[in-house]
C-alpha cells in the first residue's frame, strides 16, 4: 500500500523549533520530488518547499527562507522539514506530497500533521 504519513507536529511558543518526517511506505522516496504544503484555517493550501529527485535542489516559500530546511534520508526513505524560528503565522496543518518534479501535480499526499505556534 502506497503511503505518506508525516509526523513531528505539536505545539511550541514563538521562537521555537520542530522539525517534521515524511516518511514512504510502499514507493520509494528518491524517484519522487517531495514537497511540504500547509493550510491555515480559512486559507488555500501554500507550497513551503521541496527537494527535486534528481540533483537535490530545493526550493522555499519565501517567508521561510533562512528558518525552514529540507531535507531527504534515502536509507530511511524520509524527507524532513526543519523548522527554527517559529512565528504564529505558520500555525498550520502541514502536508507532504510526492511527484515527479516540484511544481507538478502531487500523485500521492499524507494525512497531515498540525504545527501550532503560540505563546
Known amino acids: 500500500q502506497v503511503q505518506l504519513v508525516e509526523s513531528g507536529g505539536g505545539l511550541v511558543r514563538p521562537g521555537g523549533s520542530l522539525r517534521l518526517s515524511c516518511a514512504a511506505s510502499?514507493?520509494?522516496?528518491?524517484?519522487?520530488?517531495i514537497g511540504w504544503f500547509r493550510q491555515a484555517p480559512g486559507k488555500e493550501r501554500e507550497g513551503v518547499s521541496c527537494?527535486?529527485?534528481?540533483?537535490?535542489?530545493?526550493y522555499y516559500l519565501d517567508s521561510v527562507k533562512g528558518r525552514f530546511t529540507i531535507s531527504r534520508d534515502n536509507a530511511k526513505n524520509t524527507v524532513y522539514l526543519q523548522m527554527n524560528s517559529l512565528k504564529p503565522e505558520d500555525t498550520a496543518v502541514y502536508y507532504c506530497?510526492?511527484?515527479?518534479?516540484?511544481?507538478?501535480?502531487?500523485?500521492?499526499w499524507g494525512q497531515g500533521t498540525q504545527v501550532t505556534v503560540s505563546s
Open positions: 510502499g514507493f520509494t522516496l528518491d524517484n519522487y520530488a
Open positions: 506530497g510526492a511527484a515527479p518534479r516540484c511544481y507538478d501535480q502531487q500523485d500521492y
Open positions: 527537494i527535486s529527485s534528481s540533483d537535490g535542489r530545493t
